[in-house]
């Protein structure tokens, strides 16, 4: 079908992007990877919280998308640790240009954070020990 996206996007996001917010952080790095970047500056770019902005740097540090450098603060710029990355990200870029709904639509419609499925599994335990 012609207007479905890509099984490498499908699977790069399941394993490297947790949010839509952490996919703009990537996508805002990837357009200039010379310029590095603190999660105030990228939180002023794309509107959002500097925590947040730090959270998601971080995770994409930790992903292998990003190389910091420690400053004052932390400071960013994209660089993927391999060639297959650096792939997956060109391929997702080009595909968010094309179906960003369903990039969006894909990345909610994700299992909730594990924090929350840890949590389930002990509300599950409770309610089988109170039935």
Do not use: C
Request: overall charge neutral; charged content about 30%; glycine content about 4%.
């Amino acid at each position: 079908m012609a207007d479905e996206l890509p099984i490498g996007v499908k699977a790069f996001i399941a394993e490297h992007i947790h949010s839509v917010e952490q996919l703009e952080v990537l996508l805002l790095l990837r357009t200039d990877p010379s310029k590095e970047w603190s999660a105030e500056a990228v939180s002023r770019e794309i509107r959002s919280n500097p925590t947040s902005a730090a959270h998601r740097l971080s995770g994409l540090y930790a992903h292998g998308l990003l190389e910091v450098r420690q400053d004052s603060e932390p400071l960013y710029r994209y660089s993927p640790r391999t060639k297959e990355l650096e792939k997956s990200v060109t391929m997702l870029a080009h595909a968010y240009t094309l179906y960003r709904v369903k990039i969006v639509e894909l990345i909610y419609s994700r299992p909730k954070d594990r924090l929350l499925t840890f949590a389930d599994a002990f509300r599950l335990k409770k309610e089988s020990k109170d039935g």
